[in-house]
Structure formats: structure tokens, C-alpha cells
């Protein structure tokens, strides 16, 4: 397919793949099903022990790219080796446990009539595989045209949401940091941030999927870690400013450790972690968590 169907530029898709067979079929099938027709699916199989590619190439369709990588990776190195392959003039993300609406590609590339626009996202939804039950992402109006400090304050842009002009991935030397294992996402899309201005489509577009095997699930620490290593280390902003700008950001990671404290039983960590957050909703949400039962805890944070 040429590079424009329709005279509609061509989306660059990339799946990055490592043992996905339980929800990829369900994620192919909303590529396939998108009204917009001009696009490739660039499929990152990073290794794959199951079924996962067997269950991509049933696909009878030329617009669906595989590529098995010749080692495994971290996840943001796969993302980066992926990119080198697109041929778009855009560039979308979809995990393979995720799924988009139909509409989302074609709601998206209309905003990019603007010129100065580089990056637009949407909101979505929250699926929790246990109760079957989805959640708004965020039910706040999304920040639109330079929302870098925004996004410090709350960052609510999903990677499966995003569509991105590829000539802004050039001017990276590094792209995604493969040092991060969960926050490589937020990292880089800070970075894009400060470069070009951004639109949104406030409706849901896509579906994030939470379930046990989530790695962001089970490496809750490590994402603690991260978020801290990233406040320490980042060269975005001067200190000062970044100390103006990323108290929100703090204060989640304080928050963050607090519940984890709860969850293993450290109180000494929870008192030491409660007594530095100031006194706000959050903060009473913590105390009643304290006070719970820890299997009801747990069993509340797993099935949300």
C-alpha cells in the first residue's frame, strides 16, 4: 500500500510483543476494524515463547509486518528497534493486551491539520479484567498546546493513545530510555513535550486492560524506584524550576510508598511516609487503608 491511500498519510503501528497470545487476538481485530485504511501494523516479537506470533500470522493481510527479534529486550529498546522500521508519516502504539475503538485513528489524524500540533492523544478507559468493569481515565478536560507542566501535575497520556508525527522521533538521539522498565513511556513523552504543541480527543479512543500478569502490576516497587530515579536525574528542567513544578510528582511517589508500606506490613515506613503528606483526601484515604484488614487491602487494590 502506498503512502497515501486516499491521500490519508500512512500510521505506522507498533505492537511490541513478548508471550501476548491471551488478549492479542482481540487487539489485531481493533487495528482491522479502524475506519481509517492507510496504515501498517510494524509486530516487535521480542523473543515469544507461545503463541503469540503462530496467532499473528493467521492474518491474511499485507498491511500486518512481523518482525522476530534475533535477542531479547527491555521493553523500551524493543519500542525503539520497532520505530527503525516504520514507514509513517505517523507513529501509534498499541500493547498487545490493549484494544482501540474503531474511530480512534481517524478522530486522531484530522487534528494534524495543524502543522504545529506533533502529538495528540486521548483520554481512555480502564478495563479491569476481574469485574469485567471500566473506568474513565480521567474525568477532568485533558491538556491541549504546551502541557509539559501538566503533565508533571497529572500525567494522564496512555501509549496505546498517543499518535505522533515521526520526524519528531529524529530529533532524539536516545528515544525511549532503556534504562526504565515501566516509566520509559512518561520519560520520553515529557521530553516530546517541551518540542511541539498537542491536541487531545477528550472521548475514550482506547481500552487499557489491568490484569494479574500486568507488569506495571507486579513491579510496583520498581516503578517507585523509577519515578525516583527519574526526580533525581532528569536534565528536562533546572532545579528550580523542576522543584516548582514537580511537587504533584512527589507527592504521589511519597504516596505510592505509603500504600506499598500498608500492603507488606511496615509501619515503621508508614508512619515515617504518612507524617511527611500533607493533610488532604489522599492523606485520609491512607489512614482508612492503614485500618483495613490487609487481605481486604490487597483484595481492593487487585480488583478496583
Known sequence: MNKQFNNKPLVSIIMNCFNGEAYLLESIKSVLAQTYKNWEVIFWDNKSTDNSGKIYKSF??????????????????????????????????????DWWIPEKLDQQIQLFKDNEIGLVYSNCYLHYENTKKNKLLSKKKLPIGKVTNALLKCYNMGVITVVIRKKLFD????????????????????????????????????????HQYNYSSIN????????????????????????????????KIIYMKTLRSILKGDFVNFFKNILSFPWSLKKIELVIAFLLPKKLLKKIKNLQ
Not at 522476530?68 to 502504539?93: D, P, V, W
Not at 512518561?186 to 517541551?194: A, E, V, W
Open 220 to 251: 510496583y516497587d520498581l516503578e517507585i524506584s523509577e519515578l525516583e530515579d527519574w526526580s533525581k536525574n532528569q536534565k528536562i528542567f533546572n532545579k528550580a524550576s523542576f522543584d516548582s513544578l514537580s511537587k504533584d510528582l512527589k507527592l
Open 60 to 97: 491474511n493481510d499485507k498491511r500486518l509486518k512481523y518482525h522476530y527479534a534475533s535477542t531479547h529486550t527491555s521493553l523500551y529498546q524493543a519500542r525503539n528497534m520497532a520505530i527503525e522500521k516504520c514507514n509513517g508519516e505517523f507513529i501509534a502504539f498499541l500493547d498487545t493486551d
Open 171 to 210: 530529533q532524539f538521539q536516545q528515544k525511549f530510555n532503556p534504562k526504565y522498565n515501566i516509566i520509559g513511556d512518561f520519560d520520553f513523552f515529557i521530553k516530546l513535550s517541551t518540542i511541539t504543541k498537542v491536541q487531545c480527543v477528550q472521548s475514550p479512543l482506547a481500552y487499557h486492560r489491568y
